[in-house]
C-alpha cells in the first residue's frame, strides 16, 4: 500500500507542475486537510484545496518543483524537492515583482486506507522567498 502513496504523492506535484490541479486536487479526499508553515489558516475540503492551488498559480503562473525526493513511511510520505517559480501575481498584500524565487520544500501527505490524502502539511522558508522577491530585507 506504502509504494501506492508515493506514486500517489509524485503524481500529484506532477499535476501541480502541469496546472492540472482540478486532477491534482482529486487525489485528495473530500475532508482531506491543507497546512502551511506561514498560515495559521488551515485549508479544509478538496474543493478549499484546489483554490490555495488556483491561489498559487495566480502569484507565480510559472511555478514548477523538480529534485523531488520521497520517504515511504506507510500512510505518510514526506516529499522533498525544489521549488522555483517567477512573482507575476498579488501575493497576499505584495503586488507582483516580476522576480523569481528558487527555494526547497518539505511536505508531509498522510494517506486513508484507500489512498486518498487526508492530510497535507508543507514546510519552507517564507523569509528566503519573500528577500529573492524583494520584499523582505
Known amino acids: 500500500m506504502s509504494a501506492r502513496n508515493v506514486e500517489n504523492t509524485k503524481k500529484v506535484l506532477e499535476l501541480f507542475c502541469r496546472k492540472e490541479l482540478e486532477e491534482a486536487a482529486s487525489y485528495f479526499a473530500e475532508d482531506a486537510t491543507l497546512r502551511n508553515n506561514v498560515s495559521p489558516d488551515v485549508k479544509r475540503g478538496r474543493q478549499a484545496i484546489y483554490e490555495h492551488l488556483v491561489r498559487w498559480f495566480s502569484s507565480f503562473s510559472d511555478a514548477a518543483a523538480h529534485s523531488m525526493e520521497f520517504i515511504d513511511a506507510g500512510d505518510t510520505v514526506i516529499g522533498m524537492f525544489h521549488g522555483e ?19 526547497r520544500y518539505c511536505e508531509i501527505y498522510r494517506f486513508d486506507a484507500e489512498g486518498k490524502i487526508i492530510a497535507n502539511e508543507a514546510f519552507y522558508d517564507s523569509l528566503s522567498l519573500l528577500r529573492q522577491l524583494g520584499l523582505a530585507p
Open 85 to 103: 517559480g517567477t512573482h507575476t501575481g498579488p501575493l497576499g498584500d505584495f503586488p507582483a515583482t516580476g522576480k523569481r524565487y528558487s527555494i
